[in-house]
């Protein structure tokens, strides 16, 4: 198995960041390195819990393979119920996924290999979110590179995609 990049970083920036005109409507932002991506799902806690004890995401009778399987490579899309930081090694969202209106689920078969191959850690980040609410909740003005320097959000970086994957992604339509 591969080893998750690390969730915080030891030299963030500290100036909040204004947005950017030049950003895409739609772009991947992820935490990665050249073997794993960490992308988040949200459960309850009757499924993700036991699949933070067990490392496996089926580890509960809750947990359905065929239910459609909700990935999203940003941490700003974790602000829900039970959220879970997964280390996926080996993810093509080409190989064999059928993308049509949900270009960030899987389910079917490449949500069984997901689950049973694909999944390198699965960490709770439940506290963090929450703690990042409470700051965003009292700190209306504090920046990205804050929030990243108290460990309250991953450095995340743009992840290139060729032109084929953008195509099967929608990334280029409005």
Do not use: C
């Not at 960041?17 to 009757?46: E, F, G, H, K």
């Not at 993810?91 to 290999?113: C, L, M, N």
Request: net charge negative.
């Amino acid at each position: 198995m591969t080893a998750k990049p690390s969730m915080r970083t030891s030299n963030p920036s500290t100036s909040p960041q204004a947005p950017n005109p030049s950003i895409p409507y739609r772009q991947i932002r992820a935490a990665y390195d050249s073997d794993t991506i960490v992308l988040y799902q949200a459960y309850s806690s009757t499924i993700a819990l036991p699949a933070v004890a067990a490392q496996k995401l089926n580890a509960s009778p809750s947990y359905k393979p065929t239910r459609m399987t909700w990935l999203k490579p940003s941490w700003a899309w974790m602000i829900e119920t039970r959220a879970r930081a997964v280390g996926s090694g080996t993810f093509d969202p080409a190989g064999g996924a059928t993308v049509s209106e949900h270009p960030d689920g899987v389910s079917g078969e490449v949500g069984v290999k997901w689950v049973e191959e694909w999944i390198d850690g699965i960490e709770d980040v439940t506290d963090m979110a929450r703690r990042l609410k409470k700051v965003l909740d009292e700190e209306a003005e504090v920046g990205e590179g804050e929030l990243i320097r108290r460990g309250l959000m991953p450095r995340e970086k743009v992840y290139e995609l060729d032109e084929r994957l953008r195509t099967i992604l929608r990334m280029d339509d409005w």
